[in-house]
C-alpha cells in the first residue's frame, strides 16, 4: 500500500507540473499572439494614414527624401 501511495504521489505531482508547464507556454503563446496583432495593425494604421495623405494631395508641394 505504501508503494501505491509513493507511485500516486508520483504521478500527481508530475501531472501537476506537467499541466503548469502548459499553461506557461499558451500564456505565453498568447502574449506572442497579442504582441502579433498589435503590431499589425499598427501597420495598417500607418499604411492607412500614408496613403490617405498621399490621395488627399498633400504630399505633392514638399520634394521627396526619401
Avoid: K, N
Avoid at 11 to 19: H, P
Avoid at 20 to 48: E, Q
Amino acid at each position: 500500500m505504501t508503494a501505491l501511495a509513493i507511485f500516486l504521489l508520483i504521478i500527481g505531482t508530475l501531472l501537476v507540473l506537467i499541466g503548469a508547464l502548459l499553461l506557461l507556454v499558451g500564456t505565453f503563446l498568447i502574449a506572442v499572439g497579442v504582441a502579433l496583432i498589435l503590431i499589425g495593425a499598427t501597420l495598417i494604421a500607418v499604411g492607412a494614414f500614408l496613403l490617405i495623405r498621399r490621395l488627399f494631395g498633400r504630399d505633392r508641394t514638399r520634394s521627396h527624401l526619401w
